[in-house]
């Protein structure tokens, strides 16, 4: 069997197994028991040749209707933004995207300055001061946060509001059971976390709470009044950001967060059905040598030298093993790259930009639907909810929505029995005037 | 050797852009008539200011102060450091894929949710196992998820088991998995030929124990031949088989886990999977799993109705829930399910075949310069001991760093914890014999160099843009971010 990444010959064989001293390639197997063995050929998917690959590859993407060939204003986590194109140049330099992650830093240099810089760059956004190297995405981020606070207060009850995205809160929940912690969620009025309800259910025993801001209804919460109420009791405030409201909306450091995660895919990363995308985990000082995964430090070689390693190592598993902060091992490193890259292309002015972009053209859409559409009052960033009029139904709506071309808003109805018949409508810097115009005409005709 | 090279934020001149964005076509919305004051950002974040050549340049230096497999060989046991072909890059970036919402109707993602439900087919058969979740983000997500559905499995038959066992060569991840899955993590020691030592694993298990994790061949390289007796010990105490996966692309249509008793398994398909590493990530680590455990795989798993179109099954009330936001490392699982169609099941084999051979040739090779404390057959990597070479003042690491002044990236260096002065060695099947030989080669003149002028090992590397650095220093005064 010949193979293009395969470059052992006949010849090759013989040699090595002369070498080893075996007859042939079973011998070296000889260790499995017969018993356990599979004879045949396993039952999957055949193989096929470079430019049948392509073609098969070509028919299952044709088959998706991607942001390209229609008009996304679907976001609910997961954004349309314009991509810059150096990005993709960047991350395909195989020198990063073939590397595993940095534990020679004398031939690492790059991917360590680089994860150095991602860490700057969140807290420079955040306003924290100190950043690890990512996380696999936002969602399992909150919940290694809520495993902070719980063993940074030694407390086992964490509070999140129904406003957070509700799959982060799935994962909170599935693994807080696996470290006994209690979770309990506080509900909303007006589309942001009730304020009363809040200061009832934090109590002596709250390790955090986690809010997120623009929540998952793109409202701002009102972090001001939410920080007092759980350092009061001596609690972490946990907060989910979306970093690219950050260009726009007041720093978590500022406000008061000990905690700080979000997901980095609205800097740059595609919405490659959701995944990978970075998560990003930024922390006060005093909680530095508990925050999960891996950091990088800046240090000096023999010479004196500038350099960069991984570094406070002690938390990690490979040391610890049983008796590590987190189980973790991977980073996204290359999705953080895209993240770097993504600002460092914008820049303090660009980022400014961007994120006055999303908010004037969400409020520009939100302004053209029918009067009393509009579900709730509260500020908003670059995505808002309306309500169908009378019996419409949302699944139905974005199906006559996808075949004039368009891909409506998430269907609120599936998290929130209350909210059936909303729509989460998000608008990016990516959609123009017209687009916006379209859409609400398009909306209007199959919702009434 | 090269100058230290700057940080992006010290290339910053005001006034320089590298964005280019559409005009704003809606009114210019004043934010302060829209969000209070208090709620705006009142300095914006010091980003640097740079144009668009600024950018490629720092990135590109980043890049060539790196090193990845296309760079040179890249023999880091336990990582399978294979080639990452470069059609999987190519149809990970098709519009079609790479421009996809997790949350659009099932109707407009029907080539993904058939790649997907495929993928789930062919990794259940490779594993021998009957249902396959692609939610897990890493090996370790896989590790932490299959322990979750273990714990429920065994909470859903009224049994409270607290206790995980691991060996004493085991992968960090699996203690540490399960703690944070709520277990209490019993080490037992390995036997003077490396594999589970049967006696002290009957001396733990019991009315307690939720599993045995196993990863087979196991971290020194060895197939665990009692495999079976392991499994019927684990099983008549009531506890389950979790197989970590890390080293399968010893056994590819071999062996399987399913067929050796195990109930629970992950693969690192950034591994055997040939996808990229990306310098730490993105991963993906699926996780198959025996009939009993199906009701509770992470939801949603992917369907496909009689009529052929396929949909995210959602209605499964014993379910863990989800352990990661939307569906998975979708990107991650387009280029495993693009590797494994360009080999089809019998390239698969081959691919393990040679791997397995690869090693033992270097093994081979190798032995008459450093200790095998495992002699034998190994299967896809294997370990050496350095130690002999310590009587020059001499130690594994100056022998790694040394590697570096050739070319090499070096081996996985004092892992496993119980082999002293340990390196572990995985070619891979995408490597030649002549970059194999090569590499044999250097080990011998390094060894050769360690007894006759030591000082030369000790002080490498020569030829890396910074010599070794100090690690101490950065952990005890921490400089994480350029504002610190």
Request: with cysteine; charged share 20%.
């Amino acid at each position: 069997m010949k193979h293009r990444y395969l470059p052992m010959t006949e010849q090759d064989q013989t040699e090595m197994l002369a070498t080893v001293g075996a007859k042939s390639v079973e011998d070296l197997f000889a260790d499995i028991p017969a018993s356990v063995r599979y004879n045949g050929v396993l039952p999957m998917s055949g193989a096929l040749d470079e430019p049948s690959m392509l073609r098969h590859m070509h028919r299952l993407a044709d088959r998706n209707a991607d942001a390209d060939r229609f008009t996304s204003f679907l976001g609910a986590g997961i954004y349309d933004h314009h991509i810059p194109v150096v990005i993709n140049h960047v991350i395909s330099r195989s020198e990063f995207y073939t590397a595993y992650t940095p534990y020679q830093p004398e031939i690492s240099q790059g991917e360590l300055q680089a994860i150095f810089e991602f860490q700057s760059y969140i807290c420079e956004l955040t306003g924290m001061k100190v950043a690890n190297a990512s996380m696999y995405d936002g969602a399992t981020a909150l919940a290694e946060a809520a495993a902070l606070a719980s063993g940074a207060t030694k407390r086992k009850r964490i509070v999140v509001s129904r406003t957070v995205h509700p799959e982060a809160r799935e994962i909170v929940r599935t693994s807080a059971r696996g470290l006994n912690l209690e979770v309990v969620e506080v509900g909303f009025r007006d589309g942001v976390t009730d304020l009363d309800e809040l200061k009832k259910t934090i109590d002596d025993n709250t390790a955090a709470v986690l809010v997120q801001t623009p929540n998952f209804f793109g409202c701002i919460e009102d972090i001001r009044v939410i920080e007092p109420l759980i350092h009061e009791k001596k609690g972490l405030l946990v907060m989910s950001v979306n970093p690219l409201s950050l260009g726009l909306l007041e720093s978590p450091g500022v406000l008061g967060a000990d905690v700080v995660v979000g997901d980095a895919q609205p800097l740059g990363i595609p919405t490659s059905l959701g995944g990978p995308t970075c998560g990003f985990f930024a922390v006060t000082e005093a909680l530095m040598r508990r925050i999960p995964g891996r950091i990088v430090g800046q240090t000096v070689d023999r010479n004196g030298k500038r350099g960069f390693v991984l570094t406070l190592q002690a938390r990690e598993q490979h040391i610890r093993r049983e008796k590590a902060t987190s189980n973790i091992c991977s980073n996204q490193a290359l999705l953080a790259l895209c993240a770097s890259v993504y600002m460092s292309v914008m820049g303090k002015s660009g980022m400014q930009e961007v994120s006055l972009q999303n908010m004037r053209k969400a409020h520009y859409a939100a302004g053209r639907f029918p009067a009393g559409s509009p579900a709730f009052t509260a500020p908003f960033f670059n995505e808002f909810v309306v309500k169908l009029p009378g019996p419409a139904d949302v699944h139905k709506v974005n199906a006559m929505l996808l075949k004039a071309g368009y891909i409506g808003g998430y269907d609120l109805g599936t998290d929130y029995p209350e909210l059936k018949g909303h729509m989460l409508v998000a608008v990016t810097e990516r959609r123009t005037k017209d687009e916006i115009d379209g859409f609400v005409r398009e909306w209007e005709a199959s919702a009434i | 050797m090269k100058p230290e090279k700057a940080l992006i934020f010290e290339l910053s001149h005001p006034g320089r852009v590298a964005y280019s964005l559409t005009e704003c076509d809606v009114p210019q919305i004043e934010p302060a008539s829209v969000i209070p004051e208090g709620m705006l950002r009142s300095k914006p974040a010091e980003l640097p200011e740079v144009y668009e050549v600024d950018v490629i340049r720092h990135y590109t230096e980043l890049s060539r102060r790196n090193f990845g497999i296309d760079n040179g060989f890249y023999p880091l046991g336990s990582c399978t450091m294979k080639y990452n072909p470069k059609i999987n890059e190519d149809v990970a970036r098709f519009p079609g894929f790479a421009k996809i919402h997790p949350y659009q109707p099932e109707e407009s993602i029907q080539g993904a949710l058939e790649l997907l439900y495929t993928l789930q087919n062919d990794l259940a058969a490779l594993t021998g196992m009957d249902q396959v979740t692609l939610q897990p983000a890493a090996g370790a997500h896989g590790e932490w998820t299959g322990l979750m559905l273990i714990r429920a499995y065994h909470e859903s038959r009224g049994e409270k088991r607290t206790k995980v066992i691991v060996p004493d060569s085991s992968h960090g991840t699996n203690p540490a998995s399960a703690t944070v899955a709520g277990f209490e993590t019993i080490t037992i020691p390995s036997n003077e030929r490396g594999l589970v030592d049967l006696n002290a694993l009957r001396a733990v298990v019991g009315s307690d124990t939720a599993a045995l994790m196993l990863t087979n061949p196991n971290t020194l390289g060895l197939f665990e031949q009692q495999i079976e007796q392991i499994a019927q010990i684990v099983h008549d105490a009531g506890g389950l088989l979790y197989y970590d996966g890390a080293n399968s692309n010893a056994i590819m249509g071999i062996t399987r886990p399913g067929d050796m008793g195990f109930d629970v398994v992950h693969l690192n398909l950034h591994k055997t999977m040939s996808t990229p590493h990306g310098g730490g990530g993105p991963g993906a680590g699926p996780v198959g799993v025996k009939s009993k455990l199906v009701p509770f795989l992470p939801k949603p798993i992917v369907g496909r109705r009689e009529d052929g179109t396929y949909f995210w099954d959602t209605d499964r009330p014993q379910s863990i829930g989800r352990v990661k936001a939307y569906y998975g490392n979708f990107g991650i699982l387009v280029r495993a399910y693009t590797y494994i169609r360009t080999y089809g099941p019998e390239g698969l084999r081959r691919v393990s075949e040679n791997a397995v051979l690869n090693a033992n040739y270097m093994m081979h090779r190798l032995a008459p310069y450093f200790e095998v404390p495992y002699p034998g057959v190994c299967k896809h990597e294997f370990v050496l001991s350095g130690k002999r070479l310590k009587t020059f003042g001499v130690r594994t690491l100056d022998v790694a760093k040394r590697l570096l002044d050739f070319g090499y990236h070096p081996p996985t260096v004092y892992f496993p914890l119980n082999v002293e002065e340990c390196i572990m060695i995985e070619p891979t099947e995408t490597e030649s014999k002549e970059t194999m030989d090569g590499f044999i080669d250097t080990m011998i003149q390094i060894v050769k160099e360690a007894e006759t002028d030591p000082q030369l090992v000790l002080n490498a590397p020569y030829t890396t843009v910074v010599n070794r650095l100090d690690e101490a220093t950065a952990a005890r005064k921490p400089v994480l971010n350029c504002s610190c």
